[in-house]
């Protein structure tokens, strides 16, 4: 169990606490469980593929090629990071580190910067989180400032981590190119697939019964790569109603962003999803890696306007700070 004071003091009144029999959620939470396609990355089955792009937007994707190993040390580095002191996370990660700290009503834009918002549009939304731009961690974090023996661990095994995603990302995308019978050459591939943009978010959500853990939105990515752990609590929308994505062990959980729907000219959905609440005596972590594409890369389609992904990004950032939520790709609809 966590030490309260790692998290940020306005979450300590409502976590849970309680040494009472665990609630449970069926009558507080009516979305249903269901069972996501599942996708083997070692033996692709294109027509499978295919079907959960399109009909789900959401899939497992199993046998990566990452090491149980490594991915022990993924679990551990990121436990340890996050629960470090608030006050000592806040000034770890302050301007002069590549990483950036955020929790509570801070929204975060397509490029990880957290967004301040009125509390009236954002909610009670309980979690917290850091942005590792994993181009920046060879150059910078070896001269962090800060000597805890926690912060180097977590650079190198996320180094590794990156470098295992970023094989799995190129695999993935491409196969989801041959589905659509897309024709992308490799320096336009590697324009949708940008290292220099690539984010890892990890976050922790609190023992907390009483908010939800976060907002529904789409991703701004083209593809979304989630390392979630047994607690669950993702859910996503079909066919109009919420369902909560059961979590299978040794596997990731694969959705679509918007970019992908713009790519596919609507043939695949940029997928609906939210993390609800966490009724479990347990924290719940997420290890989510973005893929977005260069801020140059330029998309065209049918279906919406010409625009630059650093176009999208701002009008999402606008959004979030006008509106208090992301609105997305129907700004860009060329028949709005």
């Known amino acids: 169990m966590s030490n309260t004071e790692s998290y940020p003091p306005e979450f300590r009144p409502l976590m849970s606490e309680s040494t009472e029999p665990e609630i449970t959620v069926e009558h507080l939470n009516k979305s249903k469980d269901i069972q996501i396609p599942v996708i083997n990355l070692e033996r692709l089955d294109m027509e499978k593929l295919k079907e959960a792009c399109k009909d789900w937007g959401i899939f497992h994707l199993e046998n990566t090629g990452i090491p149980s190993t490594l991915m022990s040390q993924v679990k551990e580095v990121t436990e340890?990071?996050?629960?470090?002191?608030?006050?000592?996370?806040?000034?770890?990660?302050?301007?002069?580190?590549?990483?950036?700290?955020?929790?509570?009503?801070?929204?975060?834009?397509p490029s990880g910067n957290a967004l301040k918002r009125d509390p009236e549009k954002s909610g009670a939304h309980l979690f917290e989180g850091i942005n590792v731009p994993l181009a920046s961690l060879s150059r910078l974090l070896p001269h962090s400032r800060c000597s805890d023996p926690k912060l180097e661990s977590f650079r190198v095994v996320m180094e590794e981590y990156g470098r295992h995603i970023s094989r799995i990302v190129v695999t993935l995308f491409e196969a989801i190119a041959d589905t659509l019978s897309l024709e992308i050459s490799g320096d336009r591939k590697m324009s949708y697939l940008s290292e220099s943009t690539g984010l890892v978010r990890v976050q922790r959500y609190p023992r907390c019964t009483e908010s939800p853990g976060?907002?529904?939105?789409?991703?701004?990515?083209?593809?979304?790569?989630?390392?979630?752990?047994?607690?669950?609590?993702?859910?996503?929308?079909?066919?109009g109603e919420w369902f909560k994505a059961t979590p299978l062990a040794n596997s990731f959980v694969i959705n679509l962003g918007d970019m992908m729907q713009v790519l596919s000219d609507d043939e695949y959905k940029s997928v609906l999803h939210k993390v609800g609440k966490i009724m479990k005596k347990k924290e719940r972590y997420s290890i989510i890696y973005f893929v977005f594409p260069d801020k140059e890369c330029?998309?065209?389609?049918?279906?919406?306007?010409?625009?630059?992904?650093?176009e999208y990004e701002a009008q999402v950032k606008l959004d979030i700070e006008n509106h208090g939520s992301k609105i997305g790709l129907s700004r860009f609809l060329n028949t709005p």
């Open 214 to 239: 976060l907002e529904a939105h789409t991703d701004s990515s083209v593809i979304s790569i989630i390392n979630e752990d047994e607690v669950g609590g993702l859910e996503f929308m079909k066919d």
């Open 298 to 310: 330029m998309f065209e389609s049918s279906r919406y306007k010409t625009f630059k992904f650093s």
């Open 80 to 109: 340890s990071l996050l629960n470090l002191p608030f006050e000592e996370k806040r000034k770890m990660f302050g301007v002069n580190s590549p990483l950036s700290y955020y929790w509570s009503t801070q929204m975060v834009s």
